[in-house]
């Protein structure tokens, strides 16, 4: 609720593309017209806001206009004709700005999200069900200004990847579209599912002495002691906790000071922190072992 009361607050309503002063004559012959809404018809369906709305714009600069594709045999008068504002792709325009529309509604969003993860969160989801989850949460991320995704929808999305190949690797797909998603949803770090939050997590530590400080058990001070240094960008520096939420079951104390001491050995035996041999080689070992529990 909370993330939603944020969004509404920081979301920039886009007007969908206004219909510009209307041109006598479209300037696209109506093959290429009809190319246009048959690919503003897909973008609909898979709920592709950036998609349709530069295919919106595209049709608003051409002078496009609906039932410019019916033909112009028909009688406008006729019972076929009276009414009608679709084209012969059956897409119409106005309907193709009112969704444009509501993709601007944070409301409207996080309801297709909900009704989306319900069906990726089946035992076989359709890929169409994951292309729409998956640019939906771009969206919100998108109009909110927040690079995050609403809560456990991209853990919905790699959970469906999974499901769609029980016996192999979603890489290992023949559908090049499966493995794209899949790059997408498991790529990039930020999208791991247990990440704490950047706004919330302390930070790099300063200084030799900012660990010890740490040991120390003055955690009411660590946000004072951060580096200006993003959550995921390398750096030299010690953490001042760990980057991710510990697994179910597990003591939130005991995750906490083995996820320090690993960024810890894992600096040294990088070369990243100043050791001797024999500290960098015990450093690389209980790396290992840690990975290998």
């Known amino acids: ?85 679709k084209d012969e792709s059956g897409i119409s325009l106005g309907a193709a700005r009112q969704l444009f529309t509501q993709f601007q509604s944070v409301d409207f969003l996080l309801m297709a999200i909900e009704e989306e993860n319900v069906k990726a969160s089946g035992s076989d989801p359709s ?17 909110s200004g927040d690079p995050a995704e609403p809560a456990e929808t991209n853990q919905v999305l790699q959970k469906g990847l999974v499901r769609r190949r029980r016996t192999k690797s979603i890489f290992l797909s023949e559908d090049p579209e499966e493995v794209q998603m899949a790059s997408r949803a498991f790529g990039e770090l930020f999208r791991f599912s247990q990440l704490k939050s950047e706004k919330t997590w302390r930070g790099h530590l300063k200084t030799v002495e900012d660990l010890s400080a740490l040991d120390g058990g003055l955690k009411a001070e660590l946000k004072d002691l951060g580096e200006d240094c993003s959550m995921l960008t390398h750096s030299k520096n010690y953490i001042a906790e760990a980057l991710t939420f510990p697994p179910e079951g597990y003591s939130d104390d005991a995750f906490e000071a083995a996820a320090l001491q690993n960024f810890r050995n894992i600096l040294v035996c990088t070369g990243d922190r100043p050791a001797q041999d024999c500290q960098r080689k015990a450093s690389h070992q209980a790396v290992v072992e840690l990975a290998q529990v």
Do not use: W
């Open 127 to 143: 890929m169409a069900s994951l292309r729409r989850l998956e640019n939906l949460a771009k969206q919100f991320s998108r109009i």
């Open 1 to 85: 609720k909370q993330a939603a009361e944020r969004a509404s607050a920081q979301a920039a309503v886009v007007p969908a593309p206004s219909h510009p002063p209307r041109k006598s004559i479209c300037l696209l012959p109506v093959a290429e017209q009809l190319g246009i809404l048959k690919k503003m018809e897909k973008a609909m369906r898979h709920y592709d806001a950036g998609a349709l709305e530069m295919l919106l714009r595209s049709a608003d600069e051409y002078g496009m206009r609906d039932g410019d594709t019916n033909g112009g045999d028909e009688d406008p008068g006729s019972d076929d004709s009276a009414g009608s504002d």
